[in-house]
């Protein structure tokens, strides 16, 4: 069975299980597992940040960054299609009292003169804009990279307000390879980063949220109020390490496989965006007759798993454990049940 649902599907190999056996583990809810402190720290390096927190979840590191910059009854800007509106539960208004604001952008890059008239006036009737929140790659646009020069456009109008910004960078180092731009450089104009390790990069589990001492203090404190701190971790802080060091250049790879099979679906008209759109390793195919449960059932009976988005659309991504022999196939399964 081919697996395209998602880049969350990899094992781990042979090589980073043996780095995860040989950590030396230690007590991190004390501060003593010396594999994860690397870890941490690593990250933070990697994005120019101060300090950073290993997150059991994408999810949650999220949610920590919202609830370590806002107050309850404060409103949070992002794109309609953001990851945190769409697939985390109601978390900001659960777990932070707050409400999203969404704004509809062009494949997930909002328009910084949208923001700023998404601005709350400071009166008593009104939530108060407290937090922007980017993607990048962008999930729902097909893996979309945001360009800096926009991120930048978006720093500046937030910092003349005073509102704080937060960059879901679940796949950024996806972004990374394909703009060849410095991770550090993406980071800069925001005041938290998180970086999931278990999608392109390959390990089983786990975020980093970067940011001030200060923010990943309190992101600290309320990481042990939601239940996430963890005991004796070295082990998937050892695989965090081995992605870091061996799977970030690799990327250029899963990209080039999703460019393969993005013009394939071009070939057979359901490429839902323009091939230039297909920037990483996200694939959407648009269906209008909404059969893509349908086409699910048939994909999945000839041997590939993809990702139904929702009655129209369907989402596939390469990731480290799709190979060449792989993509021949699957291109060869896309024209035999599309063609």
């Excluded at 109601?90 to 998404?118: C, F, K, M, T, W």
Aim: glycine residues 10%; aromatic residues 6%.
């Amino acid at each position: 069975m081919i697996d395209l649902r998602s880049d969350t599907v990899t094992r781990p190999t042979a090589a980073m299980r043996k780095a995860m056996y040989a950590a030396d583990v230690g007590d991190d809810v004390y501060g003593e597992d010396r594999v994860m402190n690397k870890l941490q720290d690593q990250v933070a390096g990697l994005l120019g940040k101060e300090a950073g927190l290993f997150i059991p979840s994408g999810t949650m590191s999220n949610q920590l960054a919202i609830r370590s910059q806002t107050q309850p009854g404060d409103e949070v800007i992002c794109d309609y299609n953001a990851h945190i509106f769409n697939y985390e539960g109601g978390g900001p208004a659960l777990l932070s009292g707050v409400q999203l604001h969404p704004l509809n952008g062009d494949h997930g890059i909002l328009d910084p003169a949208e923001i700023r008239s998404a601005f709350r006036p400071t009166d008593h009737h009104y939530a108060q804009t407290r937090l922007i929140a980017l993607e990048n790659t962008h999930n729902r646009a097909g893996g979309v990279v945001y360009p800096l020069i926009m991120i930048e456009a978006v720093a500046k109008l937030a910092r003349g307000q005073g509102i704080l910004m937060h960059l879901d960078g679940a796949r950024l180092m996806n972004a990374v390879i394909a703009s060849g731009i410095d991770p550090a450089a993406y980071a800069e104009p925001f005041n938290s980063v998180s970086l999931c390790l278990s999608k392109g990069l390959g390990a089983p589990v786990g975020s980093v949220l970067v940011g001030d001492a200060d923010l990943i203090e309190q992101a600290h404190r309320f990481r042990k109020l939601f239940g996430g701190g963890m005991r004796q971790v070295g082990s998937l802080a050892a695989a965090g390490l081995y992605a870091l060091e061996n799977n970030i250049e690799r990327l250029a790879d899963d990209h080039q496989r999703a460019k393969e099979l993005a013009k394939t679906c071009l070939d057979l008209g359901v490429l839902e965006n323009d091939l230039a759109w297909t920037q990483t390793n996200i694939v959407i195919m648009n269906f209008p007759k909404g059969d893509t449960a349908y086409l699910e059932t048939k994909f999945r009976a000839e041997g590939l798993l993809v990702s139904v988005v929702n009655d129209h659309r369907i989402r596939l991504v390469t990731h480290l454990d799709f190979n060449d022999e792989q993509l021949v196939q699957t291109k060869q399964l896309l024209k035999k049940v599309l063609g």
